[in-house]
């Protein structure tokens, strides 16, 4: 649990504290660990693997807003207002993830403000992010959502090629269409347009760019 950042401020003994209060559970790649509007308001903290919080409308068409990672958590919404929870969570890798009851976390809460500051920097970070998507979706074409968001994964998981481009593992138009919150047809004819125009290329199994793209200087609006 110490590995765990929300944790990191604990003394030995509210960790052995947590740990009694903690249900360790499997979850297989795919399998949906709640929905939206379901009405538990339990505090989920990722042990292995990844799960991605969506929105899903009823056609199956689904808006990623984040994915959640090895000791990240996820559910504090619904644990702060007990109100249903407001988004699907979905594994995306086989998971092994640590459950904490409610009552138990807002315990801790009120005698450790340190989890206060590390739960709340955590808010700010995902509220910074939902603004960012808001904004990409509110102001930039489809084509300029797509070079951003490939340009944030390839900040992370990108590799230089000896050419000077970043090759990141090639994203299908489903996920591409899930993360940007544009339809899978608009994806495939941004992508048509972007390889058209050289600012992206691809290559088995991956996506290439030019680290000097900005988002929003590559594209001449008609
Ligand atoms: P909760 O509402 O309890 O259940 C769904 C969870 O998805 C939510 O808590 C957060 O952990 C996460 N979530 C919902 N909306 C966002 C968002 N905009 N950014 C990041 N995570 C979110």
């Known amino acids: 649990l110490k590995e765990i950042p929300i944790f990191q401020s604990l003394s030995d003994e509210h960790l052995t504290l947590i740990s009694k209060g903690f249900k360790i559970y499997r979850v297989k790649k795919g399998e949906i660990i709640f929905y939206q509007s379901d009405e538990s308001t339990d505090l989920y903290i990722i042990l292995d693997g990844a799960v991605k919080a969506c929105l899903l409308d009823s056609d199956g068409k689904e808006l990623i807003l984040n994915i959640f990672k090895k000791g990240d958590f996820f559910g504090e919404l619904s644990l702060l207002d007990g109100r249903p929870r407001s988004a699907t969570i979905i594994a995306i890798e086989d998971s092994v993830v640590g459950v904490l009851k409610r009552e138990h976390f807002l315990k801790l809460l009120k005698n450790n403000p340190m989890i206060v500051i590390s739960l709340l920097s955590a808010l700010v970070e995902r509220i910074r992010m939902t603004d960012e998507m808001l904004g990409a979706m509110a102001f930039l074409d489809v084509s300029r959502r797509?070079?951003?968001?490939?340009?944030?994964?390839?900040?992370?998981?990108?590799?230089?090629?000896?050419?000077?481009?970043?090759?990141?593992?090639?994203?299908?138009?489903?996920?591409?269409?899930?993360?940007?919150?544009?339809?899978?047809?608009?994806?495939?004819?941004?992508?048509k347009v972007l390889k058209f125009k050289g600012i992206l290329k691809e290559?088995?199994?991956?996506?290439?760019?030019?680290?000097?793209?900005?988002?929003?200087?590559?594209y001449e609006e008609k």
Not at 203 to 218: A, K
């Open 203 to 218: 290559e088995e199994g991956f996506f290439l760019i030019s680290p000097h793209i900005e988002p929003c200087s590559f």
């Open 146 to 191: 797509i070079i951003k968001f490939l340009m944030n994964v390839a900040e992370k998981e990108g590799e230089k090629t000896r050419d000077g481009l970043i090759r990141i593992k090639k994203i299908t138009h489903r996920e591409l269409a899930s993360c940007t919150g544009a339809s899978r047809e608009a994806i495939t004819k941004a992508l």
